[in-house]
């Protein structure tokens, strides 16, 4: 079992920054993928980032050129920077750890919530 926990989101205004934390509970944090996913109310989760082992990032569509996600090996931490945040981008974000297939991980967190007013 994969513990992950989160932190980081809060509430801010259209245009805004926040930068979300996510820490995995696992030996294997740098051989391993890891991905940030959101849900909003009323909607499917959806994958919003995703990062390898070497570093290959990839994004949904909504975010490109807003968000970044990087890792710390080192320190088993996962990042996600979300700049000129949207009310659009409002939801609960879940960090999950090792990826086992298309959506599929080891471990996902409780989520934190990112609220995005005008």
């Known amino acids: 079992q994969v513990r992950v926990v989160e932190s980081g989101g809060g509430s801010v205004q259209a245009g805004g920054s926040l930068k979300l934390s996510c820490t995995a509970s696992?030996?294997?944090?740098?051989?391993?993928?890891i991905a940030w996913a959101r849900q909003a109310p009323g909607k499917a989760r959806e994958l919003v980032s995703t990062?390898?082992?070497?570093?290959?990032?990839t994004y949904v569509e909504s975010v490109k050129g807003r968000f970044t996600i990087t890792r710390d090996n080192a320190k088993n931490t996962l990042y996600l920077q979300m700049n000129s945040l949207e009310v659009e981008d409002t939801a609960v974000y879940y960090c999950?750890?090792?990826?086992?297939?298309?959506?599929?991980?080891?471990?996902w967190g409780q989520g934190t919530q990112v609220t995005v007013s005008s």
């Open positions: 696992v030996y294997t944090f740098n051989i391993c993928g």
């Open positions: 999950a750890a090792c990826r086992l297939g298309i959506g599929e991980y080891r471990g």
């Open positions: 990062i390898d082992p070497v570093g290959i990032a």
